[in-house]
């Protein structure tokens, strides 16, 4: 396998990677732009410009999208994240050149329809609704705002309500138009795919599309904060943030390794002391959000009411030791499944496309396997120490909690829990 990369006249770069033996293909189009670039006015138009490109072109209907790329087997999605928006289909080989019609048509030609508009402005307001009422994807909302108030990576990705119901035809054309150029944009795939025919199916779609001008977007500052949603559910939903890394830092891969020992599988602290030694969660895990300019670290869990009090205590020591020491059969088995799961990742077209896409908007250009396995194994046991203790001592804690939370103790004592 090896990756080839064209960029045309216009500034659009072209990304491909063959894989022996796969009869299909992974393609897509990444854009470098999500809700991120939303003024508050705009909260939520990044994704509601996702799913209208679905909506229908000036040659083909919403139905007609649909079936042509069903006609042949395939699939065809988006998704919308504060950084970038993702559309990609997955076909048999021999259709590639349908898929890449079809994300040139989606991406250049949608007429963003009155009609369908309203129809999918429901839709969309039926997902808030459904997030609303699902505790363990609210409270990722509510700890994203408090660990990032007023600013638009805080933000909720749908939107709101209030301004959803404000987005007309003439909003999401000229947000496209802003942010959909070029040089902003890579055409990405992998599995039975030709590069050079490749690049000449992205520049017969995407050729004449003019380069941008990028917006600078103001910079991430986290700030920490606490977000309380109390709601008649059977369980409290928690989580913790603290300042975390960005992609482009040199202690990014330290702090995949934290999370790792920490949270992340059955053998590691957060599993062992509260689920398996305590029984106080079914669910308990920690998690990076890293951005270009920044980042975050957190922890979610899942408990009843009545032993809130004693998860907080044992999360709050599970932390605080992590940054005392870091044994060597869990560093090393942590590192073993950091790399195992970068492996996994090129056996999937899926996932080495957005892999590929990902790194070529991020970094400039896609890190060979060799530099990021190396890069893994160049974190020692002290960064990872030392990452630990940049979460005791850099910044405030986020909490973000929703259901019955008279139990839960205030801000203050919990934060405590962490101090170092």
Avoid at 319 to 337: I, L, N, S
Wanted: glycine share 10%.
């Amino acid at each position: 396998m090896s990756v080839e990369i064209t960029t045309l006249p216009n500034g659009l770069r072209v990304v491909s990677e063959t894989m022996d033996r796969l009869q299909t293909a992974s393609i897509g189009v990444w854009v470098g732009v999500g809700a991120r670039a939303e003024s508050a006015e705009q909260n939520g138009v990044s994704h509601m410009l996702e799913h209208m490109a679905f909506k229908g072109t000036a040659s083909r209907s919403a139905r007609d999208i649909a079936e042509a790329i069903e006609d042949v087997g395939g699939h065809l999605n988006a998704y919308t994240s504060r950084e970038q928006t993702a559309y990609y289909a997955r076909v048999l080989g021999e259709d590639v050149p349908l898929a890449v019609d079809l994300l040139g048509d989606i991406l250049q030609r949608s007429t963003f329809d009155p009609v369908e508009l309203e129809r999918e402005r429901g839709v969309v307001i039926q997902e808030i609704g459904e997030v609303q009422d699902t505790p363990d994807d609210l409270v990722f909302d509510l700890l994203q705002e408090a660990a990032y108030p007023d600013q638009s990576v805080g933000r909720s990705i749908l939107g709101t309500i209030e301004t959803v119901s404000g987005f007309s035809r003439e909003s999401l054309a000229g947000y496209m138009g802003r942010h959909y150029a070029a040089d902003t944009m890579v055409v990405a795939a992998a599995g039975a795919v030709d590069h050079a025919r490749l690049v000449d199916l992205a520049a017969q779609q995407f050729g004449d599309l003019k380069p941008g001008a990028p917006e600078a977007l103001p910079l991430a500052e986290y700030r920490g904060g606490e977000a309380r949603c109390n709601r008649k559910f059977e369980q409290v939903h928690l989580t913790f943030g603290f300042p975390g890394v960005s992609f482009l830092d040199d202690r990014f891969f330290a702090m995949q390794l934290m999370s790792t020992v920490l949270g992340d599988g059955m053998s590691s602290r957060l599993f062992q002391e509260v689920r398996e030694n305590r029984g106080l969660a079914y669910s308990v895990y920690s998690f990076t959000a890293a951005l270009a300019d920044g980042g975050m670290f957190g922890i979610y869990a899942g408990t009843s009411p009545d032993q809130i009090g004693e998860l907080v205590t044992v999360i709050g020591d599970e932390v605080r030791k992590m940054g005392d020491k870091v044994e060597p059969r869990e560093f090393a088995r942590a590192r073993a499944q950091i790399k195992a799961g970068t492996l996994m990742a090129l056996e999937s077209s899926s996932s080495r496309v957005e892999q590929m896409a990902r790194q070529l908007l991020m970094f400039g250009r896609v890190i060979p396997l060799e530099e990021i396995v190396a890069r893994i194994d160049a974190v020692t046991p002290e960064a990872v120490r030392e990452m630990a203790g940049l979460l005791l001592t850099e910044g405030k804690p986020t909490i973000a909690a929703v259901g019955p939370l008279k139990k839960l103790p205030d801000y203050d004592t919990i934060t405590k829990r962490f101090a170092a």
